[in-house]
């Protein structure tokens, strides 16, 4: 649990040293049960990276951190790392996933005192994604001025990481600065992270927030101050892939000239791609279309599209608020300048 001090006051993720086990909030149960279940070997931190228990880019790559930690009980060096490349696969598009992983697996191939050492690279990856998401939030503050209207999409909260959240880091910073403000936050088809996790988070730390189904965005564009989105990926010519939706709210965010900005780590950038182009999208199963609380709600001979990311092509994009500065175009010159 983080400070009282924190915006805040719950955990999404815990390796408890006592019984050698992770603990995580399930967030396939809220927003009406907030659940702490515990993941006692890699195949349980695989299926809930993949099943959505514990989701958003920074938090996947510190859940499949400690998940690497888990493997290393076995004491053997080969086995750990087969079991690092099996956690990488469980989701593709979050880059955090295998920036995380590469990380681990270095250490393994260095490391004296598996366990211990393994464990201390675990923290320090959680550590530095609390610190990163307390930077963006300072950083980003400055960005909304007095009574404005955010919006945002899917979440990028405290719950999509270890720390405060990216694109939520900001608005608890601005509220933390005395800002006023209201946050608009679209539903999220299919798996309603923004209506069932950000509308969660948001009001528990008293924002006023109004959830809107995805289909309302251009409604409400036109009197909204400024769009707050998330990341999974980013080339290094500043393409964004995010949750499904973010690139229809940036075409209509520019259409009303609505200032459009992304908040991410460096984690979250593939310095290898040089275009979105290249982001691979994961495709999710057909029954979070065609099914909604188990009851079918498509009819049976309809087939299903599911992709669950898009890019935003750069030019979309005022600007990308990371820990070290806010990135604006030319984004392939400026996002060198972060490496
Ligand atoms: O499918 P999800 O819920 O993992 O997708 C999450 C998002 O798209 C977030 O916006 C992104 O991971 C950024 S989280 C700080």
Known sequence: MPGSSSPVQFKTIEYDTQT???????????????????????????????????RGAPLIGVTAAYGVVLAAASGNREAVMKAADYLNKARPTAVNLSWAIERMKTRVSRAKDLSAELLEEARMIEREDQQACLRIGELGAGLITGDSKIMVHCNAGALATSGIGTALGIIYRAQQNGKKFVVYSSETRPLLQGARLTSWELTKNGIETFTICDNMVATFMPDISLVLVGADRIANNGDVANKIGTRGLAIIAQYYNVPFYVAAPLSTFDFALTSGKQIPIEERHEDEIRKFHDACIVASSAKICNPAFDVTPAELITGIVTEKFIVTPPYSENIRKLQ
């Open 20 to 54: 050698n086990k992770i603990v995580i909030l399930d967030q396939t149960r809220l927003p009406n049960e907030e659940i702490y279940v515990r993941l006692e070997n890699v195949d349980d931190v695989y299926h809930a990276i993949k099943d959505m228990q514990v």
